[in-house]
Structures are given as structure tokens and as C-alpha cells.
């Protein structure tokens, strides 16, 4: 919401009182306001991004939701529920679909898990669900696990400058130095 926006917004729930784009005419409502977000907005009120005063307004109790993902014990709860949602009663969840489902980490959240399980419905065709249903999940794993083992530059630089030191005995000083004297490599093979 626009910072103007969020100006307006506070007066109205400050007064109660707000105009019809387009009227003059004032009007009056009682009402509760119930937020929701996925942004910290503690942390967007430091940045300037959002106002402090309607913050604190509005933040009278907080309810954290974690992420699917920070959570896979409560898959097995959800599961059912979803697939009775879309038509699918007296569902049977073999303990690999299960697994397959509490392994994945969910980005998408808990839409993403509907999404899924409608999709290996229709994958299923009447029959109980199986891992084959679910074939998008096991590329997108391994690439979540391929990018979890994957080191940033910075710490493959690190390990390197410490093998480096190790290897020549040298101090942070004196392999500082040496690079200095040495000078800038070649590119050149």
C-alpha cells in the first residue's frame, strides 16, 4: 500500500468515517479490521516503506503462521482435508506419498500443496494416489537440495584463501603481502 495510501487508511480507522470515491457524502461504519501479510512489517516501518503510527495501530495481536515448509509434521493433517475440499472422500495416502510430500519444501505454501494434489487426482484417474502422481516433486527436491549443497562464492573463496595460507604457512599478513608483490595473474593460458 501506497505511503498516502496508508494516510487515508489510518484516518478512516481512527474516525470510523470514510467518502465513496466520487461522493461528498461522509459515512459512518462500525467495524473490526483484520490484516494479513507476508512481509515483516516491523522491518518495513524502519525502511520507510510503511507508516509506524498505523503499525501500531493496527498490530493490537499478532498470530504467526509459519511457512508449510517450517512445518511438514502438519502435511498430514492438511492432506486430507484438501483432497475431501475437492472431492476426493475416504482418501488412501500410501506412507510414500506421504514421505514424498513431508520431504518437498513447499515454496508455493499451502497452495501449492493443493495444486499438487489436484493435479495427481486427475493424474490418478480413480485410483489411489501413488509417488507417479506427484512427478513434478522429485525434479524440484533435487534441485532444492542441489542448491542447498552448492557453496556461495564467497565461502568458496574463503576455503581457498585459508588452503592456500595452509599450504604456504603463511599468516594473513604475510599472504596478504605476497599478493600484493606478486602482483595481478596473467589471464593469458
Not at 461522493?23 to 501479510?37: D, G, N, Q, Y
Not at 518437498?104 to 495444486?115: A, V
Not at 595460507?165 to 599468516?171: E, P, V
Request: proline residues 5%; charged residues 30%; aromatic residues 6%.
Amino acid at each position: 500500500m501506497d505511503v498516502g495510501v496508508q494516510a487515508q487508511f489510518l484516518k478512516v480507522i481512527e474516525d470510523r468515517q470514510y467518502r465513496r470515491v466520487g461522493e461528498v457524502k461522509v459515512r459512518r461504519s462500525e467495524f473490526r479490521l483484520i490484516c494479513a501479510t507476508n512481509r515483516d512489517l516491523l522491518e518495513e516501518t524502519r525502511k520507510g516503506g510503511f507508516r509506524k503510527d498505523l503499525y501500531f495501530r493496527i498490530n493490537v495481536l499478532s498470530i504467526v503462521i509459519p511457512s508449510l515448509r517450517e512445518r511438514p509434521e502438519d502435511i498430514s493433517g492438511l492432506v486430507p482435508g484438501i483432497l475431501r475440499n475437492l472431492g476426493v472422500f475416504n482418501p488412501v495416502i500410501s506412507p510414500g506419498v506421504m514421505k514424498l510430500l513431508q520431504e518437498y519444501s513447499w515454496p508455493g505454501n499451502i497452495r501449492e500443496l493443493r495444486n499438487v494434489l489436484e493435479r495427481a487426482i486427475l493424474l490418478a484417474r480413480g485410483q489411489p494416489l501413488a509417488p507417479e502422481h506427484f512427478s513434478g516433486l522429485e525434479s524440484s527436491q533435487i534441485l532444492v537440495n542441489q542448491q542447498r549443497s552448492l557453496k556461495d562464492l564467497e565461502d568458496v573463496e574463503y576455503d581457498h584463501i585459508r588452503t592456500v595460507m595452509g599450504a604456504l604457512g603463511r599468516t594473513r599478513t604475510k599472504l596478504q603481502l605476497h599478493c600484493i608483490y606478486q602482483g595481478p595473474r596473467s589471464t593469458e593460458s
